[in-house]
T-cell receptor, first 110, second 116 residues
């Protein structure tokens, strides 16, 4: 089974801090995604990557950046955290067969 | 504008009865549809999918129906069990602009509660 591991389950950060959310997958998948989940809005795509050092903006990239230096690791970066970035962040990895999600990181920005 | 809509934020059914969760989409380029189930504090897990060349797919208690002309799909759970209580997300996929990286567009989710 593919495992997608997100390094933190819960994070509390202060406004203005730089925040790193890490995601690692162990099945050599090319494609990795970052979503955020908010009540009433479902899952919204922030960024995705289809290869090392490649990245593309999703639907809501503002305030975020990403890094994919190695195939197995996809990092989401909040350059200067704001309270409206309080959310559940979900990483996913996929080959052509389907998506596997990590358990999520609940980020609270105070 | 939401391309995938789940108009019911919540649904309650009695154990043993049928649960029907609905989903509508607007993008006619979508050709693959999925349902995910999510428990609190966990990531979504894949439940069932259907390709646009089919109109029905079954897997045990779960059946997904696709009506392409109406751009509508539904998930039926029969019989419903208390362990089915979760948030259910509908998702749709088409060939992405980057080729192999198929993107999923999610609905807002429906909280299903199965009452014992």
């Amino acid at each position: 089974d593919v495992k997608v591991t997100q390094s933190s389950r819960y994070l509390v950060k202060r406004t203005g801090e730089k925040v790193f959310l890490e995601c690692v997958q162990d099945m050599d998948h090319e494609n990795m995604f970052w979503y955020r989940q908010d009540p009433g809005l479902g899952l919204r795509l922030i960024y995705f990557s289809y290869d090392v050092k490649m990245k593309e903006k999703g639907d809501i990239p503002e305030g975020y950046s990403v890094s994919r230096e190695k195939k197995e690791r996809f990092s989401l970066i909040l350059e200067s955290a704001s309270t409206n970035q309080t959310s559940m962040y979900l990483c996913a990895s996929t080959d052509r067969a389907g998506y596997t999600f990590g358990s999520g990181t609940r980020l609270t920005v105070v | 504008d939401q391309q995938v809509k789940q108009n019911s934020p919540s649904l309650s059914v009695q154990e043993g009865r049928i649960s029907i969760l609905n989903c509508d989409y607007t993008n006619s380029m979508f050709d693959y549809f999925l349902w995910y189930k999510k428990y609190p504090a966990e990531g979504p897990t894949f439940l069932i999918s259907i390709s646009s060349i089919k109109d029905k797919n079954e897997d045990g208690r779960f059946t997904v129906f696709l009506n392409k002309s109406a751009k509508h799909l539904s998930l039926h759970i029969v019989p419903s069990q208390p362990g089915d209580s979760a948030v259910y997300f509908c998702a749709a996929s088409g060939v992405g602009s980057s080729g192999s990286a198929r993107q999923l567009t999610f609905g807002s989710g429906t909280q299903l509660t199965v009452l014992p």
